[in-house]
Each structure stands twice: as structure tokens, then as C-alpha cells.
């Protein structure tokens, strides 16, 4: 798999006059030539990386020489040309230096993906696990173990990991201080700390934290902006254990006011429906999350695991059967009428279902399109799309990885630092 990082390159001429010393300027055309190579549909060439970003030709000429030396560039092969003449050697991003490494913590797995520069996937591993009568620390153990498998195996590929990020089902502060996971029953839990002594997470190079941690349907979300030719505003659910949505408006992820935004799966479909793990009653999860599904068909997750749940879940619909058809109905229903509040209030017009709920689309969409043509103010006018993530279930971790070497492209010198 490949997720094409779509980055925008750093202005020169934005920086105060007489603010931008010789070390900070090469900072700036280090960030702008390589995040042009990176936006790029095609490699471009020296020349025309000069010609697009108003730089000479010898400055670019020595920058690219930084980028290849610090192996964030390489060389592509030349396009064949009917003229005459050498053809110009354009430039891509490296697959063989710095990468990233996500992390996810949910319910029912642990995650770790390694994703390279130039945004292939070149590990991902997942470790099915209950992890509610685990206790953090125990939790954080068994990912650190995974953690270290996938070090392993970017160094057995001549890669370096130069951070991580990791995804957990909750509301996490800025210092990495999880406030709350209810379906995980976790409550002001330091991670950083929990991790201490545990590289690569616990790497400072450069100033820069070597572990971010974040809520996953938020680095979900950012993974599929970053996937491919998206829409730049949607709203991302990610259907597990627990829901989560990440909201991307206008190309940037909406945190909220202390970064706690898209907590769909506790917004109340009926205020006097069943209890739920964060203490209200009737919230979406109750209704649409995957242990809700399972025991509308008589199932539980001993009877069918949550690694294979929705695609199970899938095959029965696919074969017919009533029982599943009905709760899933159900549950897209009560996904629509939840979304249908999230549109009018934000007015997005595209909604993208990913973890458990991908393989789950064809028959969760037609009854969550009808309660939001219903319920959407400006529905007739201006119909909302309902689609599958491009990631599925790999997204948080994946968009986790991807968040460590959008980083390294949007300020090139701190790698180069290190070297």
C-alpha cells in the first residue's frame, strides 16, 4: 500500500524582511524544494523545481544535494524523449532513509505500522487482544513489544525510524495524558511516562518529542486526508468496539478548543435508551457499535472474534440472512440520524465509514442515506456522499505513521540535523 502525501511547501517571502538569517533560510528552501517534491504529480526536475519556487538554479542544485545526501531525495529514471538531448533526471521522495512508526491501542487489538518517506507501507502487524481487564501499564507493555517488532523489521529494510505517534480510543490532553478511554476504562493515564526507557518512543532528537500520542479516529482521519484526491472537508467514522469520527474541514483536522472533538459514538440517539460505559444513556455506541451488532444477531465477541466480526457480519448479509440485515439496518439508521446532526451543524457533504464498518458499507449506507435525506436540512439541494475509507482499518495506524514523516517533509533541517 502507498498513501500519497499531499504537502504544501514552506514560503520564503512569508518570513518578516531582515528576519531570515543564512541558517533559517536554508531551513526555508530545504522545507520548500522538498515539499514540492513531494506534492509533485510527477518527479520534477532541478530545473523545473527552480523555475516553480522562483530559487536559482544553483541553490537548488545544493539543496537537492542536502536532500539526496540525507536521504530524503532520489533520483528517478528519466522519462524517454523524442528531442534530442540528455532527458532530465526528475526526483522522488526516498524509500530508503527516515520512516515512521504508528501505533494504535483500541479494545480488541494493538497496531504497529512502518511507513516510509515516500509513503509506502512497509511493515504492519496487529495483536488481537481484550484489553479492558488489562491495566494500562500492562496494555502499554504488550505494545511496546509490538513496537519493537516492527523496529526490527524497518531495520532489516536499511530504514530509521525517526518517531512515532500513537492512536488511542479516547481524550487525550497535550502532554499525552489519556483523560478518558471508556470502553478501554481508562482514566488519566500517563503514556509518555508509561513508556519511559522504551526506544524508540522515548528518543528526544532535536528538540522534537520522539512520541505523540493522539486519538485515533482524529489519525484516522488525517490518514485518509493524506491517502489520495479526497474531498477537502469530511467527517471520518471509525466503527469498532467503540465509534470515533475525526472532522477535516477544509484540508486541516478540527481538534475543538482543548483537541477532544468527534466524540460521535457518545452523542445520545435516544436519551432514554440503554447505559453506556461513559456513563449517559442511549449514546450512538449502544445502537451501532460492533457489540451492539453482534448481540442484536445473537452473537457475542467469544462467538465471533473481532478480527473477523464485520467481514463475517458481511458474509451473512451477503448470504441473506434476516437477523443480520435487520441489526444492520438498525445500526445504519441509527448512524444516520447521528450524522444527520454532525452535517447540519457542520455542513459537510461527504462522510467516509472506515474500521469495522468498511466491509460493512453496502448495507450500513442505504438506511444511514435515507434518516440523512430525511433529517439534513439541505439535503435536496445538496446530497451528502456516504463512502468507504481508502484506508479501511488500516487508517489510524497508517495515518499514525504517516503523521512522523509528514513532519520530517515540512521541516527537513531537524532530520538533516541528526545526521
Known amino acids: 500500500m502507498t498513501v500519497v502525501w499531499q504537502c504544501q511547501g514552506v514560503n520564503p517571502s512569508a518570513a518578516p524582511a531582515g528576519a531570515v ?5 536554508r531551513e526555508l528552501n ?5 515539499g514540492r517534491i513531494a ?3 510527477r518527479p520534477p526536475s532541478r530545473a523545473a523545481l527552480a523555475a516553480e519556487t522562483g530559487l536559482t538554479r544553483a541553490t537548488v542544485s545544493a539543496v537537492v544535494e542536502d536532500l539526496v545526501a540525507g536521504r530524503l531525495v532520489t533520483e528517478a529514471e528519466p522519462q524517454p524523449r523524442a528531442g534530442a538531448g540528455r532527458p532530465a533526471r526528475g526526483l522522488v521522495l526516498a524509500g530508503d532513509g527516515p520512516a515512521g512508526l504508528g501505533l494504535e491501542i483500541n479494545v480488541d487489538y494493538l497496531a504497529a505500522c512502518v511507513v516510509d ?18 491495566s494500562p501499564a500492562d496494555a502499554l507493555g504488550q505494545l511496546v513489544r509490538l513496537a519493537a517488532g516492527a523496529r526490527a523489521a524497518a531495520d532489516a529494510q ?3 525510524l525517526a518517531g512515532a505517534a500513537l492512536g488511542v480510543p479516547g481524550l487525550v490532553d497535550e502532554a499525552g495524558r489519556v483523560r ?29 518529542p520522539p512520541l505523540v500520542v493522539d486519538n485515533e479516529a482524529n489519525l484516522a482521519a488525517l490518514g485518509e486526508l493524506h491517502a489520495g484526491d479526497g474531498p477537502g472537508s469530511f467527517l471520518h467514522i471509525s466503527g469498532e468496539v467503540g465509534i470515533g469520527a475525526g ?3 477544509d484540508g486541516a483536522l478540527y481538534r475543538g478548543t482543548r483537541g477532544w472533538s468527534g466524540e460521535i459514538g457518545h452523542i445520545p440517539v435516544r436519551p432514554d435508551g440503554p447505559p453506556c460505559r461513559c456513563g449517559g444513556r442511549g449514546c450512538l455506541e449502544q445502537y451501532a457499535g460492533q457489540e451492539a451488532i453482534l448481540s442484536a444477531v445473537g452473537l457475542t465477541g467469544a462467538d465471533l472474534p473481532a478480527d473477523t ?7 451473512l448479509a451477503e448470504a441473506g440472512d434476516a437477523t443480520v440485515l435487520n441489526a444492520l439496518h438498525e445500526a445504519g439508521a441509527a448512524l444516520g440520524v447521528t450524522v444527520a446532526s454532525v452535517v447540519n451543524l457542520l455542513d459537510l457533504d461527504t462522510v467516509v465509514l472506515g474500521g469495522g464498518y468498511a466491509p460493512l458499507a453496502p448495507w450500513l449506507r442505504p438506511p444511514m442515506l435515507a434518516e440523512i435525506d430525511r433529517r439534513v436540512l439541505t439535503a435536496a439541494w445538496a446530497p451528502v456522499t456516504v463512502r468507504v475509507a481508502t484506508l479501511g482499518a488500516t487508517a489510524a495506524a497508517v495515518g499514525a505513521a504517516g503523521s512522523v514523516v509528514r513532519r520530517i517533509i515540512a521541516r527537513p533541517a531537524g532530520w538533516l540535523a541528526r545526521l
Open 21 to 25: 538569517r543564512q541558517g533559517s533560510l
Open 30 to 34: 530545504l522545507a520548500l524544494v522538498l
Open 39 to 41: 506534492a509533485a504529480p
Open 117 to 134: 518517506l515516500a509513503g509506502e507501507v512497509r511493515h504492519h502487524s496487529v495483536h488481537r487482544a481484550d484489553l479492558r481487564p488489562v
Open 158 to 160: 536499511g530504514l530509521t
Open 180 to 208: 478518558l478511554a471508556p470502553n478501554l476504562g481508562w482514566r488519566d493515564v500517563p503514556v509518555p511516562e508509561l513508556l519511559a526507557g522504551h526506544p524508540p518512543l522515548t528518543e528526544t532528537v532535536d528538540g522534537v
Open 247 to 249: 472532522i477535516v474541514l
Open 309 to 315: 466480526a464485520p467481514n463475517r457480519l458481511a458474509e
